[in-house]
């Protein structure tokens, strides 16, 4: 948390500015702030002190603590499960059964995911949530439950590849070392 909070923070705060530096703010968008990671990085430090660059951080744990224990095991019960006793998971065992573990993760993630961007968000510009159930309650009386599960296609498309191969290849180098 100490490391991967104020990272994902400022992901989430470049990936959400909506307009270039250069360009004429617009109803409607966010204009740019920030020049890159290390001045967006300055920029929360100088106008929110070191707590703003752990803005979201429960959230952070609240989503990847579960998750990962999930994640592990899914990938272990599907390769049993399909692998017979004794014998190493087939190639196709891993990439199958990490690709599986990288979607039921990020299913699990993502509703978490969604409150902890939205909470990271919030200093942006002005302060609306008064903190971590704050947001979800306000999130899911403006949107309904749904918006917990904003983004999941897209995580789950880009999880099952990248952690059949994560997975592959950590199986692969476990057993050549």
């Known amino acids: 948390v100490y490391f991967t909070a104020p990272v994902e923070l400022i992901k989430i705060r470049l990936q959400n500015q909506t307009d270039s530096l250069k360009s004429h703010k617009t109803e409607g968008n966010i204009q740019a702030k920030y020049y890159g990671p290390i001045h967006c990085a300055?920029?929360?430090?100088?106008?929110?002190?070191?707590?703003?660059?752990?803005?979201?951080?429960?959230a952070l744990v609240l989503r990847d603590v579960?998750?990962?224990?999930?994640?592990?095991l899914t990938y272990e019960v599907l390769c049993k499960w399909m692998t017979s006793n004794g014998e190493m998971p087939s190639t196709w065992t891993m990439l199958f059964a990490g690709g599986c573990a990288g979607?039921?993760?990020w299913a699990a993630a993502n509703p978490m995911d969604v409150i902890k961007s939205r909470l990271q968000?919030?200093?942006m510009y002005k302060v609306q949530y008064r903190g971590l159930y704050d947001c979800i309650y306000q999130s899911i009386k403006q949107e309904g439950?749904?918006?917990?599960?904003?983004?999941?296609?897209?995580?789950?498309?880009?999880?099952?590849?990248?952690?059949?191969?994560?997975?592959?290849?950590?199986?692969?180098?476990?057993h050549i070392l």
């Open 121 to 123: 968000m919030d200093g």
């Open 145 to 174: 439950l749904r918006v917990l599960l904003k983004g999941l296609t897209v995580n789950s498309l880009r999880g099952f590849p990248v952690n059949a191969v994560t997975f592959l290849s950590f199986e692969k180098l476990l």
């Open 103 to 105: 979607t039921v993760g």
């Open 42 to 58: 300055r920029s929360i430090f100088r106008e929110e002190g070191i707590t703003g660059l752990y803005r979201g951080s429960t």
């Open 66 to 72: 579960p998750t990962v224990g999930i994640y592990f």
